[in-house]
């Protein structure tokens, strides 16, 4: 089992950049693939940028290719997301997941999330 714990949310104005952080427990953090996904209000929560587990294979939502980068280091349980260039409709709750697949469809555990506010 794994417990995650996010942060690094916060307030930036449009075309700003954010970083947030995720926090493993455990020590087979390597043994994960790890994903970020969103929640705006009153909508459904959609995928944003995932990393499979040992070979490091990174994959995003189009509405963020180019912009956000996701990346982990195994030594010290974390994965991060890389925000540049965000725009109003980035605003959400982030949420960090993980699943012990090689090729992610649902994931077993959640953190709590953080937000993440776009505005001027």
């Known amino acids: 089992q794994v417990q995650l714990v996010e942060s690094g949310g916060g307030l930036v104005q449009p075309g700003g950049s954010l970083r947030l952080s995720c926090a493993a427990s455990?020590?087979?953090?390597?043994?994960?693939?790890m994903g970020w996904f969103r929640q705006a209000l009153g909508k459904e929560r959609e995928f944003v940028a995932g990393?499979?587990?040992?070979?490091?294979?990174?994959y995003y939502a189009n509405s963020v290719k180019g912009r956000f980068t996701i990346s982990r280091d195994n030594a010290r349980n974390t994965v991060s997301l890389q925000m540049n260039s965000l725009k109003p409709e980035d605003t959400a709750v982030y949420y960090c997941?993980?699943?012990?697949?090689?090729?992610?469809?649902?994931?077993?555990?959640w953190g709590q999330g953080t937000q993440v506010t776009v505005s001027s």
């Open positions: 990393i499979r587990r040992f070979v490091g294979y990174q």
């Open positions: 455990g020590r087979t953090f390597s043994m994960y693939s």
């Open positions: 997941a993980a699943v012990q697949a090689d090729y992610p469809d649902e994931y077993d555990y």
